[in-house]
């Protein structure tokens, strides 16, 4: 007998690859074969892509968390060391009481501006309601002169017409109403 190593690679391998003739796969076995198919991405459809969907939106929610716990600790840390950076340069600048005094300037400044501006609002309000209170008696009189003026041409024409019927005199309408003008 020979030893396995002393057989040449190729026989070896050779033996190794030798193929199995696939069985023959009836009609019955394939139907069964597409059955279980469905009925397994079936099940994943189902089952695992919503399980994998809740997962991955939870994995998403944590990292979000721990995204804005970080992003929290780090504004703690830029503010303390703002707060301490504010506390050396005010112990050691002269600088801090002009700028209070300038705040103070632009802050009067400020005031002052918006009450000039509240002031002239309210004064051009008061002259728009002056001036559309004046546009309304306008129009007020307008209509009462209109009124007036119909009421009198009715009478007029009353008049002429009751003369006319009396007295038979024929005065023609349109002198009237000339006459009116």
């Known amino acids: 007998l020979r030893n ?6 190729d026989l070896v391998m050779k033996s190794h690859m030798i193929e199995e003739e696939p069985p023959i796969v009836t ?28 997962l991955f939106s939870q994995s998403r929610h ?22 301490k950076s504010q506390k050396h340069s005010k112990e050691s600048s002269s ?14 400044y400020w005031r002052k501006y918006e009450k000039v501006e509240k002031e002239a609002r309210k004064k051009a309000e008061k002259e728009a309601q002056e001036q559309q209170k004046l546009y309304d008696e ?18 007029e024409l009353y ?14 309408t349109e002198d009237i109403l000339k006459k009116l003008e």
Request: hydrophobic share 35%; charged share 35%; glycine share 2%.
């Open 4 to 9: 396995h190593e002393e057989e040449s690679p």
């Open 62 to 83: 944590i990292a979000q968390s721990n995204n804005k716990k970080v992003a929290l600790h780090c504004q703690r840390e830029v503010r303390r060391w703002a707060s």
């Open 138 to 155: 306008m129009r007020e009189a307008r209509r009462q002169q209109r009124k007036l003026n119909f009421l009198i041409t009715q009478t």
């Open 95 to 108: 600088v801090q009481p002009r700028a209070r005094r300038v705040m103070k300037e632009v802050l009067g």
């Open 27 to 54: 009609e019955l076995q394939e139907k069964e074969r597409e059955e279980y198919r469905i009925k397994l991405w079936t099940y994943i459809v189902k089952k695992e892509i919503p399980r994998m969907a809740k």
């Open 159 to 172: 008049a002429h017409f009751m003369s006319k019927k009396f007295t038979g005199a024929d005065k023609s």
